[in-house]
């Protein structure tokens, strides 16, 4: 639908001029898409030698599990920490936090520390890591990364090639 109004005579505008409000409608869909799908390629880890039992920790600080640990994940079957509630996304499992979760959403955001068996749970492969809201679950500090700690490690790198020179 459209509404046309004019001016009226004793106006500044001129004479010919119509303002036409128009109404739309949103007919868009919305999906949860996997963000480490969606990674841009300045956010995806560089290999480094920071090996261990379940996984590794890129230049950031950021777990990333391996192969072998994916393979002790996906063995058992979808298991979160207690905060998180896990969720299946094209065959693969995600632990996320629903929106009145509240607890959950302060350790999604890296304001709150998991429980000491929540992290155990994690090290022997018997949970999933959290999806954080700011990168990957920090495995040494045993919380996801904080909003400004993924700022401080992307401006911690030149961002142009004369900065290299």
């Known amino acids: 639908t459209s509404t046309v109004i004019r001016a009226p005579s004793g106006s500044r505008i001129k004479a010919n001029t119509v303002v036409e409000k128009l109404t739309f409608q949103n007919h868009t869909e919305c999906l949860c898409v996997d963000r480490q799908q969606e990674m841009m390629p300045r956010d995806r ?4 030698n920071d090996f261990d ?5 890129d230049f950031r600080g950021y777990y990333r599990p391996d ?3 994916a393979k002790v ?3 058992n079957s979808c298991r979160c920490t207690s905060q998180f509630s896990s969720r299946h996304a094209d065959g693969s499992c995600i632990c996320e936090c629903f929106d009145k979760q509240r607890d959950c959403l302060r350790l999604k955001r890296g304001k709150d520390f998991l429980t000491h068996e ?3 749970c994690i090290l022997r492969g018997d949970c999933m890591s959290p999806s954080c809201e700011f990168g990957s679950y920090l495995r040494k500090q045993g919380r996801c990364p904080r909003k400004r700690e993924k700022f401080e490690a992307l401006y911690q790198y030149p961002l142009h090639d004369e900065e290299y020179n």
């Open 53 to 57: 039992h379940l996984g590794r920790t």
């Open 73 to 75: 994940v996906s063995s």
């Open 118 to 120: 929540d992290r155990m």
């Open 45 to 48: 880890p560089y290999p480094n």
């Open 67 to 69: 192969s072998e640990s």
